[in-house]
Nanobody
Framework: QVQLVESGGGLVQVGGSLRLSCVVS???????VSWFRQAPGQERDFVAG????????LYRDSVKGRFTISRDNAKNTVYLQMDSLQPEDTAIYYC????????????????????????WGQGTLVTVSA
């Protein structure tokens, strides 16, 4: 069973930055690791994902240009750098991992699909105050 541990959440003012970390118990090189978030009363939404072997990434539209996902395969860690944070970014952020079996034609449909991920972390809370 793959284990994932998130850290780095906290309280930040509008326009501020945070960097989330997700440590994976198995090799990130052979996986796709993504960040999802869930605000109170809302569904869990895809934020960003990255393929370990080549760094290919995908973002939801509302975070493009503000968030950056990266990985350090030597540390089996995936990061989410979040800049220009807004109140609507307030949520619990989860990282999730799946095998690197997504073919090119399915990349944009399967990577953002939470049902495709079998391993999840416990989440870290990000609160952006106005």
């Amino acid at each position: 069973q793959v284990q994932l541990v998130e850290s780095g959440g906290g309280l930040v003012q509008v326009g501020g930055s945070l960097r989330l970390s997700c440590v994976v118990s198995e090799r990130t090189f052979t996986r796709i690791v993504s960040w999802f978030r869930q605000a109170p009363g809302q569904e869990r939404d895809f934020v960003a994902g990255i393929r370990g072997r080549d760094g290919k990434s995908l973002y939801r539209d509302s975070v493009k240009g503000r968030f950056t996902i990266s990985r350090d395969n030597a540390k089996n860690t995936v990061y989410l750098q979040m800049d220009s944070l807004q109140p609507e970014d307030t949520a619990i952020y989860y990282c999730a991992a799946r095998g690197d079996t997504v073919i090119a034609s399915s990349w944009y449909s399967r990577v953002p699909d939470a049902d495709e991920y079998s391993n999840w972390g416990q989440g870290t809370l990000v609160t952006v105050s106005a």
